[in-house]
T-cell receptor
Framework: DQQVKQNSPSLSVQEGRISILNCDYT??????FLWYKKYPAEGPTFLIS?????DKNEDGRFTVFLNKSAKHLSLHIVPSQPGDSAVYFC?????????????FGGGTRLMVKP | DTGVSQNPRHKITKRGQNVTFRCDPI?????LYWYRQTLGQGPEFLTY????????KSRLLSDRFSAERPKGSFSTLEIQRTEQGDSAMYLC??????????????FGPGTRLTVL
């Protein structure tokens, strides 16, 4: 069973517009959520995170929204830039689990067109 | 801070051979993780070390897989009697013991394994 799902395998956006990437989870024990960005031939790099005690976290052009009742989070990128083109992974952890192992979604490939 | 490094970056082997990968975490990080990523999927957790102790293992980690972190620094992941289904990207990540970035995992570039 897939506990973290990213239902859109790809997303294409025009430069300067907003990119919205979505993520759904099923495990109610998850209480910390992260977004990672991955370029080809590189490991995932951390982008932004949010604790379950918050519903929004913002860092520059990146904002993550959490809706706990819907078990849904989203990543907003405004304005989108061509350098944002990458695969974006949503990940979740339960802080009371040993080591805070991450459970990842399948990823969404974002393409930002100039 | 030189980041997490992994060696080799690529490994091609024949079915039935043994392979070993190495991960060097960020120096002050006491927690170390191994993940496996197949094409079109997100990374899947394999195992976790806190210092030299292996504290968590996924059911994905069959008896053919073994991981060590003998001195709490670098780690090795060995796959014995490789199978074609073992072909994947093997990712290592580390986390600091405390501080503002305690909940983040910093990933290495991965080792891509191809089993022929």
């Amino acid at each position: 069973d897939q506990q973290v799902k990213q239902n859109s395998p790809s997303l294409s956006v025009q430069e300067g517009r907003i990119s919205i990437l979505n993520c759904d989870y099923t495990n109610s024990m998850f209480d910390y959520f992260l977004w990672y960005k991955k370029y080809p031939a590189e490991g995932p790099t951390f982008l932004i995170s949010i604790s379950s005690i918050k519903d929004k976290n913002e860092d520059g052009r990146f904002t993550v929204f959490l809706n706990k009742s819907a078990k849904h989070l989203s990543l907003h990128i405004v304005p989108s830039q061509p350098g944002d083109s990458a695969v974006y992974f949503c990940a979740a952890s339960a802080l009371n689990n040993a080591g805070n192992m991450l459970t990842f979604g399948g990823g969404t490939r974002l393409m930002v067109k100039p | 801070d030189t980041g997490v490094s992994q060696n080799p970056r690529h490994k091609i082997t024949k079915r039935g051979q043994n392979v070993t990968f190495r991960c060097d975490p960020i120096s002050e990080h006491n927690r170390l993780y191994w993940y496996r990523q197949t094409l079109g999927q997100g990374p899947e957790f394999l195992t976790y070390f806190q210092n030299e102790a292996q504290l968590e293992k996924s059911r994905l980690l069959s008896d053919r897989f073994s991981a060590e972190r003998p001195k709490g620094s670098f780690s090795t992941l060995e796959i014995q009697r490789t199978e074609q289904g073992d072909s994947a990207m093997y990712l290592c990540a580390s986390s600091p013991p405390q501080g503002a970035r305690w909940n983040e995992q910093f990933f290495g570039p991965g080792t891509r394994l191809t089993v022929l």
